[in-house]
């Protein structure tokens, strides 16, 4: 089965300023989508951005962008010019692209907090 | 599209009650998904379904749990009966083919006292 670990249970950033959140991933597959999404208070989840495996260009997303290392297996989200509303709790996710193995395993999250 | 609708957005009940959620997915989309979040487990995945027909219901914790999804448009988490360990948020979310993101729902506050 497969796993996705984040571990930083907890992250602080300075307004304005750039924060790395991290992710690895175990899976013997060679075909699946990666995603971040986003939890503020309110709890919705929020899409952040997504990431083919196939595909060798990281995605970006305005100030959100990911370092994929498919050989690595690490998925790292980097904020950029970092705002207030940016604070929340970060969740790394998993999906294969076998259609019998179909469900978005999730990290245990990461909580941002950001500095005024 | 007014997105995934989940009903209701909070829930108390009473311990030994019979508790069900509900979850109106984006039209057009052909994957359910039920999660559950707690503080000490995360987001869970319990059961979910493809063309309304469930595929995997391995992380539904006993069989005080169920689940159904009658038609396209329609699904439900049946609890019965409940027990304060179920104490959680209850997340739906649907995707429209195998290799999209989630959308998710408001979720549900089940609280069981």
């Known amino acids: 089965a497969q796993t996705v670990t984040q571990s930083q249970p907890e992250m602080s950033v300075q307004e304005a300023e750039t924060v790395t959140l991290s992710c690895t991933y175990d899976?013997?597959?060679?075909?699946?989508?990666l995603f971040w999404y986003k939890q503020p208070p309110s709890r919705q989840m929020i899409l952040v951005i997504r990431q083919e495996a196939y595909k060798q260009q990281n995605a970006t997303e305005n100030r959100f962008s990911v370092n994929f290392q498919k050989a690595a297996k690490s998925f790292s989200l980097k904020i950029s010019d970092s705002q207030l509303g940016d604070a929340a709790m970060y969740f790394c996710a998993y999906r294969s692209a076998t259609s019998s193995r179909n469900m978005l395993t999730f990290g245990g999250g990461t909580r941002l907090m950001v500095k005024p | 599209d007014a997105g995934v609708i989940q009903s209701p957005r909070h829930e108390v009940t009473e311990m030994g009650q019979e508790v069900t959620l509900r979850c109106k997915p984006i039209?057009?989309?052909?994957?359910l998904f039920w999660y559950r979040q707690t503080m000490m487990r995360g987001l869970e995945l319990l059961i979910y379904?493809?063309?309304?027909?469930?595929?995997?219901d391995s992380g539904m914790p006993e069989d005080r749990f169920s689940a159904k999804m009658p038609n396209a448009s329609f699904s439900t988490l049946k609890i019965q009966p409940s027990e304060p360990r179920d104490s959680a948020v209850y997340f739906c979310a649907s995707t429209i083919g195998a290799n999209t993101e989630a959308f998710f729902g408001q979720g549900t506050r089940l609280t069981v006292v």
């Open positions: 039209s057009g989309h052909d994957y």
């Open positions: 899976t013997s597959e060679s075909d699946y989508y």
């Open positions: 379904f493809n063309n309304n027909v469930p595929i995997d």
